[in-house]
Structures are given as C-alpha cells and as structure tokens.
C-alpha cells in the first residue's frame, strides 16, 4: 500500500488565516475547522484503507476540482505544472521557440511559426512535422508535453528533426523571449478609417494599442476607428482601465467592484487625459467577447462614446485574483462581481445555459434591469453586453465544417505553399476560382467525408424502420433518397464555395504573412466591418445612434 504525506492542506490553512484580514466579512471559523477536519479524516482513510492503491495528489487535484466547480467556472486551481501556461496568458510572454503545435494525423505538426521568433529564424514552416526534439522521439507524446519540452529560458539551445514532405533534416535553435502582441493586426481599411485588433488583455494591451493609433497617424489622416474585441477573453482589469481610458477622459469611473471583503469595494477611475477622446469610434463584440472586453465596451457604451457593433458578448462579469499556495501552485478565486458606471452587472444570470456558439441563451425580460446611458439610452444588464447594431453570421455549412476540422484546409494551404513562392498582399488577396478548382481536385484525391443532419436523420429512419419490420416494404424508398441526398451532398462543394473559398484564402495568407495576414484577409469578407464602414462613412447616422434617436 502507497502511503503519502497530505502537505497540500497547508494551502487551505493559508487561505483561511488569509481571510482573517477583513474587517467587512467575518467568517464562522468553528464550521470551517469542522469541515476541513472532517475532510482530513476522509483524505486519510480512504489513502490508509482503499482497497486499491492510491494517488494521494490525484485525489488531492479531484477533491479541490469538484469544489471549485461547484461556485463558478473561474475559480480554479493550478497546480505547479501548469503555472507557467497560467502567466503566459496573463503577460503573453514565456520563453521557447515562438510557433503554436498540434497534433495532426498521429503526428506533432508546427500550426503557426510567430514572425521573428526561433522557429521563424530557423526556417520553420507551418505543416512541419516534429519528429524528434534533441535527438528524442516524440512519437506518442502529447502536445502538451512537447510544449513543455520546447520551452525554455531564453538562450538555450535544441534541436528539432523535422519532416517536410519527403524531406527529413535537423534544426538548431537558441530560444527566445517570446511575446505574444496583443494587438496582432492594426491598418487602415479604408482612407481615413483605422482599424485595431485587441485579442487578449495582458500587460502591455494598452501600450500596443497606442502604439498603433501612432503608427496609423503616421501613416494618414485618422477620422475614424474599429477597435475590433471579438473573441477576446478578457485578462487584467488594470488594463481594461487603461484601454478604456485612451478614449474617455481623466476621472471619469469605468468600473465598480463588489466583493464579499471591503479591499474589493473599489470604483476605478480613469486616471489620466485621453489620447483620442473625440475620434468617432466603433466597438466590434461577440459571443466570445468576454470579461475586460465587456467593461471597455460596456463603458464606452455607457458613456455614449462609441457605437457597438456585432452580437451580445460572453457575460462574464466576475473579477478574479490569483492566490498563492504552497509548493508553487496557485489559485484564481473570484473576489468581486464588476459593473458598469451606469450599474449594469453583465454577468450571465446562468453560467451553464448558452447557445451552441457560447452566448448567453435569451433572458426573460422580466429577469433584466434596465439602466441608462449618459444619453439615456435604454441598456440593460443580466446577460453580456447588448450592440447598439446587431448583425448576424451566416452559418457554417457542414462541409465547410468538416473541411475545416478534418485539416483539408490546413493541408491545402501547406500544399498550396510549397508551390507558389509569392501571392498578392494580404489585404489584396482573393481565392480565384482556378485555385479553388485545383482544391477540389486535390481533394478528391484524400478521403474525404462528411456528415449532415440530413444523414444522420436518414441513417436513423432506417433504424427506426427495422426496429419496426417495415425496413422491407420502405427499403427502396429509403434507398432512393440516400441516392439523391449523396448527389446532393456533392454539391455542397459548390453551395458553400464562397465560405470555403474564405477560409482558404485566410489560411493560405497566413502562410505567407503569418497571423497579421491571416487577420488582414478576414476583413476582405467581413459584413461586421462593412457595417462599421457604412457608420463610420455616415456621421449623422452614427451620432443619432449614440443620441438614441436611430430608427
């Protein structure tokens, strides 16, 4: 029998001397020793007695799992392992050799090499395959754990035998500090119009973002801008602040906090003068736009200084501090709820119920607040941000799904690559219908399937109808319309031809001029920034809008 010392529980000690230190909360120390004393019994004598062997950690990391999940989907546990993935989404920084992995057909393959990093210096391409890492298989390992092997401090040397097609040679590289931008893309998409991509809130978010309003001043006139925060997840509140504040000005409130301990009862002010406070301003969101993007665009929104555009956002209005505990893990505990300054609290009113893509499913008006902006604007609160214009994306076809996750579009751009040495810029760059023509040709060659709801409702009816005895008198019938949903299921190639023809030419600029590239081709066919454009190119509309006075 495996027996192990229990020091983890020293953390839940930490933490409850920890609370002692408010004067707002006073907790029931006697129900607390009570339940960790029980729960040091039933820890101990489940690893003295369990009739198999144990692991005493495993059960540890289970236990404060199911706890932590029982409060909300953000207070979570990192155990020591896992502590440096933790910090890189807080700062973007980490050393290695700067190119994201996955795992592809049985194999490591390199998915992006990030511009001007290690493996981007070395030559390294996306569709790389990983075959050892200093002179070690990684057959048969994780993405994870080859992550983890290639990262390093900064300076360090490995060497990488790689596959390209029939090609197998061997790489040195010396790791770096690798930063990942906030902003990955910043340009003009129309003469006057500037446009900003913030993909995470981490350290430098502001900094970046302003670095590049420079740069587009540089460049031209800016009379117009797109802060574009679709599928931002958030990160530091500080930063929220300093994002929001390049556009109102000093002393004016962006967020309150609430929590349970009086050191969280804060109002957050703007603390110094803006840098763009009157530049038309338009605010992209979605579903996946969650946490720190929903105060920039919920305060914004409040204070009527911009128009937002796009789907309501995430919902996650829940501000989160990272605890210490022993032995190098730590912990991210949910210590305040955050409103808006006109009071809204944009935290969903049920955190498990959403919709297929993440949003938040439709709340019942009675369930909602109404608050208003400084305009008096009608907004309400209980469930994300709601846009001042809503738009709507088309669906993705189920072949241009399976096209996507089966890695035929991955593929393709690898091919595509290794093939023609140059394509238009970026922002320039189109999928002609002789590409597309020669994807389908190629993809006729690899095995190729695809299922939709069609299918899957006449593999059931079939079922059904044997279950039932009547698969001999409809067995033709159902075979008739198996062959015409095949037929029709080939054209799908051509249905959803523009949707798909989209998705290539995103990924194939990617190969060429990595992740900017990819973001620059995705404008070429966005309706979100054509809306945005249309507003922008039309003041009267757009201040009615912010006046409350649109149609």
Do not use: C
Request: glycine letters at 8%; proline letters at 3%.
């Amino acid at each position: 029998m495996k027996v192990k010392s229990i020091p983890r529980f020293l953390g839940i000690f930490s933490l409850v001397a920890a609370i002692s230190v408010s004067v707002a909360y006073t907790p029931d120390y006697f129900e607390i020793s009570k339940q960790l004393d029980i729960f040091t019994s039933v820890f101990k004598e489940v690893n003295l007695y369990y009739v198999d062997e144990t692991e005493p950690g495993e059960l540890m990391e289970e236990a404060i799992g199911s706890m932590l999940a029982s409060l909300d989907p953000y207070t979570n546990y990192i155990p020591e392992e896992r502590v440096e993935d933790f910090k890189v989404t807080q700062t973007g920084n980490y050393g290695g050799i700067g190119a994201s992995i996955r795992s592809h057909e049985g194999v490591v393959i390199i998915a992006a090499p990030y511009q001007g990093f290690a493996a981007d210096k070395a030559g390294l391409k996306a569709g790389d395959v990983i075959l050892e890492v200093d002179e070690k298989s990684v057959q048969g390992r994780s993405t994870d754990d080859i992550s983890e092997i290639l990262k390093g401090a900064a300076g360090s040397e490995l060497k990488l035998k790689i596959k390209r097609a029939d090609e197998v040679f061997t790489k040195t590289l010396i790791r770096d500090d690798v930063h990942l931008n906030s902003v990955p893309y910043s340009g003009f998409i129309k003469p006057s119009i500037g446009y900003v991509s913030l993909s995470s809130f981490t350290q430098k978010a502001s900094v970046e973002i302003s670095e590049a309003l420079e740069k587009l001043e540089e460049q031209g006139s800016l009379q117009g801008l797109v802060l574009d925060l679709r599928n931002n997840p958030g990160g530091l509140l500080n930063e929220a602040i300093n994002v929001t504040n390049l556009f109102i000005d000093k002393g004016l409130t962006v967020v309150e906090t609430r929590g349970k301990l009086e050191e969280w009862q804060k109002v957050y002010k703007t603390p110094k003068k803006a840098e763009y406070p009157d530049i038309p301003l338009v605010v992209l969101i979605n579903s996946g736009s969650a946490s720190a993007s929903e105060i920039v665009a919920g305060t914004l929104q409040d204070y009527d200084r911009a128009v937002v555009v796009g789907q309501r956002s995430f919902g996650k209005g829940l501000v989160q501090e990272t605890r210490q505990l022993p032995f190098g893990s730590q912990m991210k505990v949910t210590i305040a709820k955050y409103y808006t300054p006109s009071g809204r609290l944009i935290q969903a009113i049920d955190y498990a119920e959403r919709d297929e893509d993440g949003s938040v499913t439709k709340i019942p008006d009675s369930l909602r607040t109404e608050f208003k902006t400084q305009a008096g604007r009608k907004v309400f609160d209980g469930g994300g941000i709601d846009p001042d214009l809503k738009t709507t994306r088309p669906k993705a076809g189920d072949v241009t799904l399976a096209l996507y996750r089966g890695y035929h579009v991955f593929d393709y751009a690898t091919h595509f690559f290794r093939n023609n040495p140059s394509i238009a810029p970026a922002d320039s760059f189109y999928l002609s219908d002789a590409i597309y023509a020669d994807f389908k040709k190629w993809l006729s060659q690899r095995d190729f399937t695809f299922t939709t709801q069609t299918g899957k409702e006449l593999e059931q009816l079939k079922k059904a109808s044997e279950n039932e005895g009547y698969n001999k008198q409809l067995a033709d019938l159902i075979a008739d319309l198996e062959k015409e949903y095949e037929v029709l299921k080939q054209k799908d190639l051509d249905t959803y031809q523009e949707q798909i023809k989209q998705l290539l030419a995103e990924e194939i600029a990617s190969r060429y001029y990595y992740q900017s590239g990819r973001l620059a081709n995705s404008l070429l066919h966005d309706a979100e920034i054509d809306t945005s454009l249309a507003l922008l190119s039309n003041l009267t509309r757009y201040q009615d809008i912010l006046k409350g006075e649109q149609d």
